[in-house]
């Protein structure tokens, strides 16, 4: 049964407290936060203020999408505001080594993003050091989009990597998952999904969030 981390970003903004109830009441693992600056992705959501306000209502673990530029100027703000997990982009680390490091130093689970077009291999040096490896099916910015179809590639790609290295990284895909692309995700062997759209705009959240879990 795969780990299952709805997105906040596809959720009504102006009743958070109810969203993130629907959340604990349903079979979900996770809380996806997707927070984004406007320089490393064309779109602006949300920051610190709304994950702690998040935090308040949430019974289960955050887990912090940082689509930011620099992240490691904000990762203790982060930790503080309530992130158990925090993922950064390989793209916007320059020395990922030391921020995944500084992430782990802050009390979080650290794990590393790639773009659809950023190949598993840059991680074989860095594999070791991360919880959670999180690949992008679609490129970061909006919800909503279509699923690109490469990612079943990279699940297995990455999957060979932690069993050539013998680590214990957990494998998340983020981005057009349903109930079609997530089966198919599973058998490729990802660990966690990430759901916006498909979640919040049914008439019935809990229920698909219940029929994603059973993938
Ligand atoms: C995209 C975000 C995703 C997004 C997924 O940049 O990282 O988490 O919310 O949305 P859906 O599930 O609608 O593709
Ligand atoms: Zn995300």
């Keep these: 049964m ?13 009743n958070l407290q109810k969203e993130a109830e629907m959340i604990n009441q349903s079979q979900a693992d996770w809380f996806h936060i997707d927070v984004m600056d ?28 940082l689509m930011i530029v620099n992240p490691e100027k904000y990762i203790e703000d982060f930790a503080k505001a309530g ?6 982009h390989w793209e916007a680390c320059p020395h990922i080594h030391r921020t995944l490091a500084q992430i782990k130093e802050a009390g979080c ?20 050091d991360c919880d959670m490896v999180l690949l992008m099916s679609v490129n970061p910015g909006f919800g909503g989009q279509k699923f690109i179809e490469n990612t079943y590639q990279k699940v297995k790609d990455l999957k060979s990597l932690i069993a050539e290295k013998n680590t214990e ?18 058998e490729a062997g990802a660990d966690a999904l990430v ?11 809990i229920q698909i969030i219940s029929e994603l879990k059973s993938l």
């Design 109 to 128: 689970k650290a794990g590393i993003v790639l773009n659809p077009a950023t190949p598993v291999a840059v991680l074989k040096d860095i594999i070791q």
């Design 195 to 205: 759901a916006g759209s498909f979640v919040f705009n049914h008439e019935n959240p």
């Design 83 to 88: 992130a158990d997990l925090i993922t950064v």
């Design 38 to 65: 406007g320089v490393f992705v064309p779109n602006i959501s949300f920051g610190i203020p709304v994950t702690e306000a998040i935090k308040k209502h949430a019974k289960k673990p955050l887990d912090v999408h």
């Design 2 to 14: 795969p780990i299952i981390a709805p997105s906040i970003l596809a959720s009504d903004f102006a």
């Design 169 to 186: 990284t957990l494998i998340e895909i983020d981005g057009g998952v349903n109930l079609s692309t997530g089966a198919k995700l599973v």
